[in-house]
């Protein structure tokens, strides 16, 4: 599973990336309006920082200048992601831009079948929103297994990529459901590594140790 932080904040990508399990980013306007008014800026930090691929979406609304913006976008790094919303009037310019080889991401994704209609388009990654679905009290991981199974029945090379995570149950669920990918906020990421009998552990092994007296383990 590829693992993306959903931020768009230097400070956690820095803190979090020497990890080493963190593969991507995504972005959006909400998560880049956080960040000030500096939003080039933040981008090209973001770019430089990544090796994997950045998901910058798009703030045009008219199809043609969807169209002209995700090519400006596309040029923007080496490692870009155009991000797109789900709609009808978007539909030819996703078609334009995924044949012209540029990676896609078609985010607001809600049902199974809006899922099948972009990946016949040869988009790089769909992004059902999890998150969104579980806050109107619709089981998000039933529809996820569904656009999972819709994927992989007609072979589609379109990646699923889980977003609006709430919680790391729910990311263990996405796992469990076999999404190629989830973005999680920084916040969830960080919640993995504290647990408390895995932290009571560890201060039971330094207790133990100290009570030796030793200077090093090899004195
Ligand atoms: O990448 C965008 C998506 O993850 C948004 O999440 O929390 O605004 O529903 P949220």
Known sequence: M????????????????PTGVIDG???NPSLLSKEGSQSKQVLQDICAMVPGPVSIEVVE?????????????????????????????????????????????ITLVFTPLQALMVAKLGVTYISPFLGRWDDIGVDSIDLLEQTVDIKETYDFDSQILAASIRSVLQWQKVAEASADVIT????????????PLTERGIAMFD???????????FE
């Open 207 to 217: 207790a133990d140790w100290q009570k030796l007296g030793k200077t090093s383990l």
């Open 61 to 105: 609304k008219h199809p043609d200048a969807v169209l002209k913006q995700g090519r400006e976008i596309a040029q923007f790094a080496k490692n870009i992601v155009v991000k797109i919303p789900f709609a009808l009037e978007y539909m030819q310019v996703i078609k334009t831009l995924a044949h012209e080889g540029i990676p896609l991401n």
């Open 25 to 27: 980013i995504t972005t």
């Open 184 to 195: 999680v906020p920084p916040a969830i990421f960080e919640q993995v590594f504290k647990h």
């Open 2 to 17: 590829k693992i993306f932080l959903d931020t768009a904040n230097r400070e956690y990508i820095k803190k979090l990336l």
